[in-house]
Structure formats: structure tokens, C-alpha cells
């Protein structure tokens, strides 16, 4: 008997889909960025720190010698502020006493890889639905593969590890969707925030922020025009004391409140500990030193020089005009949080970062990652816009980085030079500041315009 071919309908086809580049770029950045980092951190110093290639420089951080010696204090039972300009917190010299001479340096290359694994995460969960225009080799250039991050933390720099993953869990669990009670989520993103400012006191300037998006998280939900354009207050300055009256009701909602208790309690718990087994000196040297910080060497400020001459007449009054800078920075901070938060928390948490640094009594190199780690979570501006402001802030820092190194390491006296560089990059960060706010609600503007079209 002669069998019949089956039928062509009835066979099923299995088709093995392929992914796509960025898809395997997706899958494979986070390992590739952490392997780089790790290869750069093993390589670098070997080719570098003898000041071979440049020299006068190295390449590994002076603040990473510094950590190494307060965990050789602590391994041979001592406290970590017995190494002179140890002003961290002990915890952190605890940890690397357990680890070899190099791990501390791998342990940051780590944190900066989950870093800019959380930045991609959080760039790709819909939280800006108006954007689509960036591809995903973008957003692996904005942290993952950023030259200038992998040099911070290859150098020896614990700010990733220190400051910026604690920054970044919080926002991600702030603005996670998770199944537990808003209350809960509070809590959570609390605990996290009061570590982050127990191990850097600056983060605490986002504390208003947070509670700001907390308080408003029901109306969010309920409203989806709240984010639009028309409620952002720097388009109406006017309505500051009417929004601060607004601000008093919603602030006393649980959440907010949940999540200052939170933070409350986690900062205290670790600065009680800290004091126990180390004494005043982890309070005074890790935290209450940098309220009255001044420094005249590897400064970007605009006050760098006054600070310089200063200390070389011995003007005490320097203190209160350190302590009298805090107010517009006060200012400033009060207004981003209670005016932005709510409706954008990335950009709220960059203006602050961006604004606190231009008008800070000191900024060095890390500084610079405390912000850049944020702007790729607001994403409502138009980069080709803002080109020339990006332009003209690395032209500023070059220009300080060149007359820096005849200062330092030529020993030239250019200290009114450098302090002219000083200006121009506060210049620089100004207008670069206001060009990204501009556009900003420029390509909010034309998002309301086109979806109210559609609609």
C-alpha cells in the first residue's frame, strides 16, 4: 500500500528567533562594563602609578591610599581616624580591612557596574513614556560605558560605592511599582536613604524630594495630566507661596512621613553604632567635619581662591561666610523639591545635585559623578538643543585641568588664572543648567501639543 505525503498544513514549523544587536548588547553590558572596569583597575596602576608615562601623576586616587591605611588601622585594632584625613565613615574601613590591599578597588569597580545597570533599568521602565528616541546603545553610554565613570572608580574612588548605589536603590524603590502598601515601600526606600546620608551627608538634600513624590503618588494615579507641562512652577514663579501653603497639607500624609522616619532612624542607628565602637571622632571627622569644610587645593569653586587668602591671613570670619553660602543653596533646594519632585523626581534630584555642587564651597573631580549618575534619568531634553552648552561646561573643565597642573604640579604661580577657570566653569555649569531646563519644557510643550492632537 503507498503511504500519501503528509500534508503541508499539518507540519509545524518551529522558527528559532535570533536577538536582535541591542538585545545582546542588553543581556551582555552589565558583565562587559564589569569586566572592563575590573581589567582597567588590575592594569592601570601597574602601567601608571610609578609616574612612568606622566610625570608627577599617578594614577590611583590619593583617597584610596587613605582607605587602605584606616584598614590597616582597624586590622591591627586601632580606629580608622588614627590615619590622618580619614573623614569617612568607619564602616567602610571596616569592610576593606577584611579584603586584600586591592579588593576595595575591585569592590568599587563592582558598585559602579550595578550603577549603571540600575541607570539602564530605570531608563527603560516607562517613566519617561513621552521619549522614545533614544536607542539602547545610548543609555549603555550614559553610565555603563561613560569613560569618565570607569575612571573614577579604576582610580579608587568609593563615591559609586559609597553614595551613588545607595542614591540609585532609593529612587528605584521610590518609584517601583511593587505589590506591598505605599507605607511599606516608604519604609523601605527610607532605611536605604538613611545609610546613603550616614555615608555621605550630602544626600540629604534629596530628603524633601522624596517625601514631595511620596505625598503626591495617589494623584499621580489618579490624574495622568499632573505631569504636564502647564503644572511645572518655574513657568509661574508667582505661585511659590501658594504651592508651599499647598505643600504643609501634603507633606503630614503617612508615606511621607513613614519615609522620614525611616530615614530618621536608619542615620541614627548607624552613627550611634559608629560612635560606640569608634568613638566621637567617626561623628566629628564623618560627618560634622564636612558642614564646615574648606579647601583651597583641587577646587573647582568659584570660592576657592577667597578661601586661599583667607587661611593665609588666618581670617576667622571665613567661617561665617562659609556657613552663609548655605542659604541660597537652601533656597534653591527648598524650591526644586516642592516644585519639581512631585511631577519629575529625576529631575528634580539632578537640579538639586547640579545646583548644590556649582554653589558649593568645594568640588573635586568625584563630585561630578553625583550628578551625572542623574541626568540620564530625566530625559525630557533635547541633547542636540543643549550640544554647545555641553560644548563650552568640557572646555571650562579643561581649561581649569590645564591651569590647574601648571599650579600643582609645575609650581607656577597662576593661582589668579586658575581661579579664572573657576569662573567660567561656574559660568559653564549655569548655562548649561538653564539650556536643559529650557529644553526640557520645550519637548513637553510639543508632547502636550502632539498628544493632544492624537487625541
Known sequence: MEKSAPDASS????????????????RHSFLLGLFLRLFLAWALPLLLDDAQLIPGVAYTDIDYLVFTDAAN????????????????????????????????RYLFCIADAICGWIIIRLRRSNIYTYDSTFSSMVDLLWWMFNPFAINICTRGSAESFMVLLPVLLTVM???????????????????????????????????????AYFATAQQRKQQPSFNSINTFPWMEPKR????????????????????????????????????????NESLHEGLLYHLSRVDHRHN??????????????????????????????????????LGIASHDLGLALFTQTF?????????????????????????GFDFWRVRWSFLALGISIVTWLASAYCLEMQGMAVHRLVWLASLLYFAANVNLLGALLRSYSSKLQRTSTYRGKSD
Open 11 to 26: 507540519q509545524v514549523k518551529v522558527r528559532v528567533r535570533v536577538p536582535s544587536r541591542h538585545e545582546w548588547w542588553d
Open 73 to 104: 588601622h582597624i586590622a591591627n585594632g586601632q580606629s580608622p581616624y588614627d590615619r590622618h584625613t580619614y573623614r569617612y565613615t568607619p564602616f567602610l574601613a571596616a569592610l576593606l580591612s577584611v579584603l586584600p590591599i586591592e579588593g576595595g
Open 173 to 211: 524603590l521610590v518609584k517601583s511599582n511593587m505589590a506591598i502598601p505605599t507605607w511599606l515601600q516608604a519604609c523601605l526606600a527610607g532605611i536605604v536613604h538613611g545609610a546613603a546620608i550616614h555615608s555621605k551627608l550630602y544626600p540629604i538634600i534629596y530628603t524633601l524630594s522624596y517625601m
Open 240 to 279: 511659590l507661596r501658594r504651592l508651599i501653603q499647598t505643600w504643609v497639607r501634603r507633606l503630614l500624609k503617612p508615606a511621607p512621613i513613614f519615609f522620614l522616619i525611616a530615614s530618621i532612624f536608619s542615620f541614627v542607628l548607624l552613627t550611634y553604632l559608629a560612635v560606640q565602637w569608634y568613638g
Open 300 to 337: 573647582y569653586s568659584i570660592f576657592w581662591y577667597p578661601i586661599y587668602l583667607a587661611r593665609a591671613r588666618h581670617d576667622v570670619g571665613m567661617k561665617l561666610v562659609g556657613r552663609l553660602l548655605l542659604i541660597p543653596q537652601l533656597i534653591l533646594l527648598v524650591y526644586s523639591s
Open 355 to 379: 545646583l548644590f555642587v556649582a554653589l558649593n564651597k568645594v568640588i573635586t573631580a568625584q563630585y561630578f559623578t553625583w550628578y551625572l549618575c542623574l541626568l540620564p534619568l530625566c530625559c
